[in-house]
């Protein structure tokens, strides 16, 4: 059986790249999940005790500040590492 021919040139290979690991900061998961346990309790207590002091005055606007602690919880949950 004939031989087969070999390559004459090597073949290429991309230079080594130093690889850094992303640490996410040690402030950043606390805060996340605090976050989405604030805005929970907010709105569970909006709906279960109303009259809570400061929760009448403002309104409806309770959900708002609920969901805006939540979303941003998920904002910060994309940043960690």
């Not at 130093?18 to 569970?44: D, E, F, H």
């Given at each position: ?21 992303k ?14 346990i ?39 949950s994309?940043?960690?590492?």
């Amino acid at each position: 059986m004939p031989k087969s021919k070999t390559r004459k040139k090597a073949v290429y290979t991309p230079p080594q790249k130093a690889q850094t690991v992303k640490v996410s900061p040690r402030w950043l998961a606390p805060v996340m999940v605090a976050c989405w346990i604030i805005g929970i309790a907010w709105i569970a207590i909006y709906y279960i005790a109303p009259s809570f002091p400061g929760m009448a005055t403002l309104g409806n606007w309770n959900l708002l500040a609920g969901f805006g602690l939540i979303i941003a919880g998920v904002v910060l949950s994309t940043r960690w590492r």
